[in-house]
């Protein structure tokens, strides 16, 4: 389920920044039990601009691999989220490289 | 097995992290389109008039007009457009008074175009656009002080708009008071000063600080610089409020004479935000792409800027008409222009991507498109390409008194402005048709 999940995360992109959740290293916790998929996400600030859409495209793409389990999905704001947090992978794709 | 539709997750609508704070589409769009539109017929009366410009006084009433429909009609809208649409992020509160804010966009867009009309024309009517303009000003400022009063907290992108505001109510107020001693000739005791103090609280006091705070948030954010400073431009914020604030009254008291000291610490000021620049840019995450090449652009057109006014400063140019406007160009053409232009790359996208395809329900079956798919990057390389020789070839004919470089600049000028219109409207083509 983790996976299936983390896969539909991968799904999700920042419209601005062209890279998914994931490899962006917004996503901070995924745990299940049978009745909810609960994931801890952040966003690059407080306020940022797109944070209502990605949280609204992340729950959607959640929601389609939750089966029968409620979709937990909560904004967490420690530690701050910093550029630092992007995989190897996306700072190369960032860097033309990949 | 079927879903139970009920559990299908809600999205936030309306009740969310930043579109519930957002202003009204139409709000900012309306300043971006006026003002592209008025970059345009810049450019193009700058084409006009380049057979002109050679010998004229900086005070001739049809330059006044020129510099005018840059200063308010394409920069200062731009920036009234940006406050609005960045209310949000910049002061973490919704825009107030969003129904004066577009009270005010009608006066001030009627009130720019008469009033550039009529100075171009060499009517002495001029005042009564004039009043329009300083009427939609004050609305503007009332809508970004209560704006302020709500944020939670200023950081020092805050501070520096902040401070720019007040510099805006000074500059239409000397404007005012210049307008006046022109037709009467009765009021100032130095106008040669006075003029010197209003373009200098316009330019840095005004439209600098806007820049320059502004830059330390949305340079950051696109480049996705991991810069840890909390106190960015605390000295640059400093040196330019004593450096403008000594030449403002040192101008308007006396005419200027200690010129030299308020260009050194303004210049300095300037060094300081350069530094702070490069941190952010060696910090950045992200390759060049064509915003943050505008951007180098612009940091780039600044210096020259703060060249010229040391050389005029300190006597090494030669004090002449053609210096002065040099260097009046430097700032709105080398220094602002690129930085909108290249900041705009990215706003324009975004509000369009937010208002048409914003996931507002269940997501779209297609997948949705990139903001960078909204705008045309090769159209946008383009404009680049022509605004460096319409900066640097215009100002080489200023300098050089050359009346070849100053109408080979002036189409290279054309031409960018052309092409930001352009792109501008490939952005708009998203929108569905009847999108106010």
Known sequence: MNRAALAALKSVYDPEVGLDVVTMGLVYGLAQDDATLRVDMTLTSPNCPLGDSIVAMAREALWGVSGERKVDLRLVWEPPWSPRMISAEGVRTLQGGG | MEKNVETRPQPPVGGGLYLAKAPPFWLPMRHFVAAAAAFWLFAAAFVYGRGRFLGFDIQAQWILGLVHLATLGWVTMSMFGALCQLAPVLWEAPL??????????????????????????????????????????????????????????????????????????????????????????????????????????????????????????????????????????????????????????????????????????????YVSYLSHMRNILKARTRNVDVALAFTLLALLGGAVWCALGLGL??????????????????????????????????????????????????????????????????????????????????LAGFLRQSQALLTAGSLFLLAAATLYVANTAITLRHLPRGAS
């Open chain 2, 96 to 269: 107030r008074g969003q129904r004066v804010a577009g009270l005010a966009w009608w006066l001030f867009s009627f009130g720019v175009a008469g009033f550039v009309g009529l100075l171009w024309t060499g009517r002495a009517d001029y005042w009564i656009p004039a009043s329009m303009v300083v009427a939609a000003v004050l609305l503007y400022l009332g809508v970004f002080v209560w704006t302020m009063a709500a944020a939670p907290k200023l950081d020092w992108t805050g501070k520096h708009v902040a401070n720019a505001v007040g510099y805006l109510a000074v500059v239409v107020t000397l404007g005012l008071l210049l307008a006046y001693d022109r037709e009467r000739g009765v009021i100032l005791s130095h106008p040669a000063g006075a003029l010197i103090a209003h373009i200098h609280l316009a330019l840095v006091g005004w439209v600098s600080l806007v820049i320059v705070g502004v830059s330390y948030r949305l340079v950051s954010m696109f480049a996705l610089s991991h810069i840890e400073s909390k106190t960015p431009g605390r000295l640059t914020l400093l040196l330019a409020n004593v450096g403008l604030a000594g030449l403002a009254v040192d101008a308007f008291c006396t005419g200027g004479e200690h010129l030299r000291l308020w260009a050194v610490l303004l210049t300095a000021a």
């Open chain 2, 313 to 394: 400063a300190f006597h090494g140019l030669v004090d002449d008409t053609n210096v002065e406007q040099a260097y009046v160009f430097a700032a709105l053409v080398g220094w602002v222009t690129p930085f909108i232009v290249g900041q705009m790359h990215k706003i324009l996208p975004f509000l369009v991507w937010l208002h048409v395809y914003s996931p507002r329900g269940a997501l779209p079956a297609a997948p949705l498109p990139k903001m960078a798919d909204l705008t045309s990057r090769r159209v946008a390389w383009l404009e680049f390409a022509a605004l460096v020789p319409a900066i640097y070839v215009t």
